[in-house]
């Protein structure tokens, strides 16, 4: 995990050794970021309740329509301004990263201010599970064998929720989840053929 300025290849901080190869490469749908992580379909039905329970009570206390109406022009824009950096940040974080999968490794590279970069080397990776969402997408987690080094705060917000003790690094809202899928068991699969000490990973569906 480090630092880049200059990427020779996109979303890789050097050139790939030889025999190496990208087979995918893609970043996180803006809907699922907006939704997942940064809430913004539960920050809109929040402000909702809020205000509207509040003009109730407006209401109930005899406050003119004038009042009213202020009232509900400043909480509304202020809720409105609340939700438009919520996309905003989601907008960032989609664009700003790239997932890439190559037949040795996995690569997260992340970051709006600080860009940083992530490999896995797939040997390193005792196990993934495929979680197929309702709009479409998915998400792909993959568990690092004991001892691995992989650090919660950098990944963010490309990891597993309260997997502190053993890190996941995660695919978050990928489209085409389940080609995704196949394509990892068939890179473990040659990875087995040709390397002795490569660990059986196995796609679970969770």
Do not use: C
């Not at 087979?23 to 992580?37: D, H, I, Y």
Request: aromatic share 8%; no cysteine; hydrophobic share 45%.
């Amino acid at each position: 995990m480090n630092e880049y300025e200059y990427e020779p290849i996109i979303g890789l901080p050097s050139e790939l050794p030889e025999g190496e190869q990208v087979l995918w490469q893609s970043s996180p749908t803006w809907n699922s970021m907006a939704r997942r992580v940064f809430q913004l379909h539960a920050a809109s039905l929040y402000f909702l309740l809020l205000i509207s329970g509040h003009a109730v009570y407006r209401i109930m206390d005899g406050a003119s329509l004038s009042v009213l109406t202020g009232t509900l022009a400043w909480q509304s824009g202020l809720a409105l301004s609340v939700l438009v950096i919520l996309a905003f940040m989601a907008k960032l974080y989609s664009n700003s990263t790239l997932y890439t999968i190559t037949n040795r490794r996995l690569i997260i590279r992340s970051g709006v201010a600080l860009p940083m970069i992530v490999n896995l080397p797939l040997t390193k990776v005792e196990s993934a599970g495929l979680r197929r969402l309702r709009d479409g997408t998915g998400d792909i987690t993959f568990l690092p064998i004991e001892g691995t080094k992989v650090y919660w705060l950098m990944l963010w917000p490309h990891v597993r929720p309260f997997s502190f003790r053993r890190v996941q690094p995660l695919l978050r809202g990928i489209e085409d989840p389940d080609v995704v899928a196949r394509l990892l068991v068939n890179v473990i699969d040659e990875m087995g053929v040709t390397s002795n000490d490569a660990e059986a990973t196995q796609i679970a569906a969770v």
